[in-house]
Each structure stands twice: as structure tokens, then as C-alpha cells.
């Protein structure tokens, strides 16, 4: 059997209705932006693999360094113990962090390092000797799959099993020029009972790459920052070059007080998750009281394996041959975003660095389940491009290392479909 055989035995995949869905793909090797299937048929990954792929597939250096790790140290408990590559990736990204993140504390994947971030921050209350609890959080968020990540998502279909269970959050809309008043309003009335705010910055990614401006996130911040708000930050997305600078807090003028990261944070190649803080969030938690611990834990904290992986991926991202990468992906997504904006299929075309996503008109069918999302998908996986629609939403996410040929052939079969489907 093949591997697509052998996966239909035994394996149950993501988001997906095994009943309905077409046969996985094996994929047998990578390179670059590409994939490689069981019968040498490549794949453009257009997506970085759910966004976490930003160097390329199987990259020599990462390989290297994850290799030698593995022949010094694989794993050590970390409550106790520490180190090397946890103390100097901390370090590191600390060190091109907004100048207030001063702690790192590890996790494993990004919806873990989100509820390490609300349990800081509804903890830090409480050590604090205070009763806040309601937590403010955007419509259309998406923050992760585990409970406190869902709970403050934006209720969808896939929460729905969920939703009873799921505790409240205080839902506000994006800001914008129109509606930034009346939401700092809602903030002051919810201050006294309101733990913090967590948000994506300017790309809500799940949301249908949802896109909003810097300066009105700034004036919500600094709202927040004067009524006494923690701010969270979730660039698990956004981190890592995605919206053109090195974190989209980058673009902002006010600093939140925890950020989360996963995803682009090793480069794609494992899991790891990372939760930063400022110092007075840290020091609520200094105490002879036991009970003011922050008990949160993973059996593979800070593995030394894969913090190897950040710290490669973090040295190829530093490099100035990935800044050029990330304003040449820039320059063609906008060109190609100008070429199609007019067409009669496309009802929306938006773009923050690295990241162009594209919203066909459907009329009032927009759901995640639309007919057109799986037409589109099986269009482009038959040319050789990983396109994943976020219902009649196709983005591009491309790793920083695709060629100029590819993400025209992309944009080539993108103009195409407009014309065959």
C-alpha cells in the first residue's frame, strides 16, 4: 500500500470530515517551497504549511544544528533544571522584542502559549488582590483550539460544540476610523471588572485574513494602557516578518504587556511555543506565597531540540538576505494585487506584507463551508499549488525563499481559476 492507503487505516486528520474528505496526500520530501509527493509530483506551498514554514522545506542549516543538539542533549526536565538554548534564545529575542518584554516563559505550540497568557494575566489579579476576570477580545478572533484559546475566539462553527462550555469574553469589533470612540467607551465601562485584552495585530488570520490599521490599534492601546488593561498580543501568526517588519507590534507605537509566539518560531520545523512578558507582570508572581506560583507546565518545555531550531531559524531570519526576500514577496503581491483588484469575481483584495488574500464574490453564500472553497482547493493541488481557502477567501502566504517563477505560476493559476471556475 501506499502511503495514502496506509494513512486510511489509521490516521483521524485536522479539521477535516473524514467521511467526505478526498484521500490524504503523501508527501515524501521538501525543498524550498516545494513538496514532493509519493510519484514526484511537486507542490508549490503556498501557505508555509499553516503559516508556520518561513525559511523553506528541510533547510540545510536548521538540519545541522538540530543534528548536533541531538547528539548533545534531547531533553531535560525544566523546573529546576535549564539550558543553553533556552537561556540564549530567550536572550536573543528578548533583544529585538518591544523594549518592555523583559521574560520569556516556554510552551509547546501557539494555542498553549495563549493560555499561558491568560492565566498570567487573570492570575496576576488575583496576586494583586483584585477580582477581574472578564476578558475583551476582537469578533472574528481566532486564538487557538484548546479551551481558554477557543474561549476567547469568536464564535464559529467550530466552537459551536463547545460554546456552553466556554466562559464569557467580552467581543469587540476591530478599530477603525468610525467606531474608535464608542469602543474606548465600552473598555472604560468593562475597566474595573476587565483582566485584559488579547488581540491579533493587524491580520486576523482564521478570521479570513481580516486586515485593520496600526493607528487605530495604537489609540485602543493606549486606551487600554490608561485604564489599566493588560494588553496580549498574539503574533503567533503575525510574528517572524509576516506583516513586513519583525513582529507586527513593530508597527505600533504602544507596547502590550504579554506577546505570544509559535509557528514561524522554529522556522516551521517542530513545535515550540513562547509567552513574553513585562517585569511587573513577572514580579505579581514574586512571593513567600507559594499559591502566588504561576502553576503551568508541558512535559517538553524549552526542549533543547527545538529551541536549536529557533535559534537557526533565528539567525537565517536575521540575515539581510531575508529582509529583501520579505520586500520582494511585498512588491509582487501588491503588483498582483493591482492587476486583479478590478475583476468582476473578486469582491475584495487586501494586503499586509508578506500576506495577499484575495475574496471571491459568492453573494450571500461567505461561510467557511461555501461551495466554491473546495473547488478552488482541488483546482490548485491539481496544478501544484497548496491553496487553502478560508471559504471564498484564497491568501497567499508564501515561505520567504520562493522564487520570483513560482509565485508567478501562482498568480498565473490564481488569474486563471478566475476565469475557469
Given at each position: 500500500?501506499?502511503?495514502?492507503?496506509?494513512?486510511?487505516?489509521?490516521?483521524?486528520?485536522?479539521?477535516?470530515?473524514?467521511?467526505?474528505?478526498?484521500?490524504?496526500?503523501?508527501?515524501?520530501?521538501?525543498?524550498?517551497?516545494?513538496?514532493?509527493?509519493?510519484?514526484?509530483?511537486?507542490?508549490?506551498?503556498?501557505?508555509?504549511?499553516?503559516?508556520?514554514?518561513?525559511?523553506?522545506?528541510?533547510?540545510?542549516?536548521?538540519?545541522?544544528?538540530?543534528?548536533?543538539?541531538?547528539?548533545?542533549?534531547?531533553?531535560?526536565?525544566?523546573?529546576?533544571?535549564?539550558?543553553?538554548?533556552?537561556?540564549?534564545?530567550?536572550?536573543?529575542?528578548?533583544?529585538?522584542?518591544?523594549?518592555?518584554?523583559?521574560?520569556?516563559?516556554?510552551?509547546?505550540?501557539?494555542?498553549?502559549?495563549?493560555?499561558?497568557?491568560?492565566?498570567?494575566?487573570?492570575?496576576?489579579?488575583?496576586?494583586?488582590?483584585?477580582?477581574?476576570?472578564?476578558?475583551?477580545?476582537?469578533?472574528?478572533?481566532?486564538?487557538?483550539?484548546?479551551?481558554?484559546?477557543?474561549?476567547?475566539?469568536?464564535?464559529?462553527?467550530?466552537?459551536?460544540?463547545?460554546?456552553?462550555?466556554?466562559?464569557?469574553?467580552?467581543?469587540?469589533?476591530?478599530?477603525?476610523?468610525?467606531?474608535?470612540?464608542?469602543?474606548?467607551?465600552?473598555?472604560?465601562?468593562?475597566?474595573?471588572?476587565?483582566?485584559?485584552?488579547?488581540?491579533?495585530?493587524?491580520?486576523?488570520?482564521?478570521?479570513?485574513?481580516?486586515?485593520?490599521?496600526?493607528?487605530?490599534?495604537?489609540?485602543?492601546?493606549?486606551?487600554?494602557?490608561?485604564?489599566?488593561?493588560?494588553?496580549?498580543?498574539?503574533?503567533?501568526?503575525?510574528?517572524?516578518?509576516?506583516?513586513?517588519?519583525?513582529?507586527?507590534?513593530?508597527?505600533?507605537?504602544?507596547?502590550?504587556?504579554?506577546?505570544?509566539?509559535?509557528?514561524?518560531?522554529?522556522?516551521?520545523?517542530?513545535?515550540?511555543?513562547?509567552?513574553?512578558?513585562?517585569?511587573?507582570?513577572?514580579?505579581?508572581?514574586?512571593?513567600?506565597?507559594?499559591?502566588?506560583?504561576?502553576?503551568?507546565?508541558?512535559?517538553?518545555?524549552?526542549?533543547?531540540?527545538?529551541?536549536?531550531?529557533?535559534?537557526?531559524?533565528?539567525?537565517?531570519?536575521?540575515?539581510?538576505?531575508?529582509?529583501?526576500?520579505?520586500q520582494r514577496i511585498e512588491a509582487l503581491h501588491r503588483q498582483f494585487a493591482d492587476k486583479i483588484k478590478h475583476h468582476p469575481k473578486i469582491k475584495a483584495i487586501r494586503q499586509t506584507g508578506t500576506i495577499v488574500a484575495m475574496e471571491w464574490e459568492t453573494g450571500n453564500d461567505t461561510s467557511y463551508f461555501n461551495s466554491l472553497r473546495d473547488k478552488l482547493y482541488h483546482y490548485f493541488l491539481a496544478e501544484g499549488i497548496i491553496l487553502r481557502p478560508l471559504g471564498?477567501?484564497?491568501?497567499?502566504?508564501?515561505?520567504?525563499?520562493?522564487?520570483?517563477?513560482?509565485?508567478?505560476?501562482?498568480?498565473?493559476?490564481?488569474?486563471?481559476?478566475?476565469?475557469?471556475?
Open positions: 500500500m501506499n502511503l495514502t492507503e496506509r494513512d486510511l487505516k489509521v490516521i483521524w486528520h485536522p479539521y477535516t470530515q473524514m467521511k467526505t474528505a478526498a484521500p490524504a496526500i503523501g508527501i515524501v520530501r521538501g525543498e524550498g517551497a516545494g513538496l514532493f509527493d509519493e510519484r514526484g509530483k511537486k507542490y508549490i506551498d503556498a501557505v508555509s504549511s499553516w503559516w508556520v514554514n518561513i525559511h523553506g522545506h528541510a533547510h540545510p542549516y536548521i538540519a545541522q544544528k538540530v543534528s548536533e543538539q541531538l547528539h548533545k542533549l534531547e531533553h531535560v526536565i525544566f523546573a529546576g533544571f535549564t539550558h543553553q538554548g533556552a537561556i540564549e534564545l530567550a536572550e536573543r529575542l528578548l533583544a529585538i522584542l518591544p523594549d518592555n518584554q523583559q521574560k520569556a516563559f516556554y510552551s509547546d505550540n501557539g494555542s498553549t502559549a495563549i493560555e499561558v497568557a491568560i492565566k498570567m494575566c487573570l492570575q496576576y489579579w488575583l496576586n494583586k488582590g483584585h477580582q477581574r476576570t472578564k476578558i475583551i477580545a476582537f469578533n472574528n478572533a481566532y486564538h487557538g483550539d484548546t479551551f481558554g484559546a477557543m474561549a476567547v475566539s469568536g464564535r464559529s462553527a467550530f466552537t459551536k460544540a463547545f460554546d456552553s462550555l466556554l466562559f464569557e469574553v467580552e467581543f469587540i469589533d476591530t478599530p477603525n476610523a468610525d467606531n474608535i470612540s464608542d469602543l474606548k467607551s465600552q473598555i472604560s465601562n468593562l475597566k474595573s471588572s476587565t483582566a485584559c485584552f488579547i488581540f491579533e495585530p493587524l491580520v486576523q488570520g482564521s478570521g479570513g485574513m481580516l486586515m485593520y490599521e496600526a493607528q487605530y490599534l495604537d489609540q485602543l492601546m493606549a486606551h487600554c494602557r490608561q485604564e489599566n488593561v493588560l494588553m496580549i498580543a498574539d503574533e503567533v501568526f503575525t510574528g517572524f516578518g509576516r506583516t513586513g517588519k519583525l513582529f507586527a507590534c513593530d508597527h505600533l507605537q504602544v507596547q502590550p504587556d504579554i506577546m505570544c509566539f509559535s509557528k514561524g518560531l522554529t522556522g516551521g520545523t517542530m513545535a515550540l511555543g513562547l509567552t513574553t512578558c513585562t517585569q511587573h507582570i513577572y514580579d505579581a508572581f514574586l512571593s513567600d506565597d507559594r499559591l502566588k506560583t504561576l502553576f503551568h507546565g508541558h512535559s517538553f518545555t524549552a526542549n533543547p531540540v527545538a529551541c536549536a531550531a529557533a535559534l537557526a531559524s533565528l539567525d537565517l531570519f536575521l540575515e539581510p538576505a531575508t529582509a529583501v526576500n520579505i471564498n477567501i484564497i491568501y497567499i502566504l508564501p515561505p520567504y525563499c520562493i522564487t520570483n517563477a513560482e509565485l508567478n505560476y501562482v498568480y498565473n493559476k490564481i488569474e486563471q481559476a478566475l476565469e475557469e471556475i
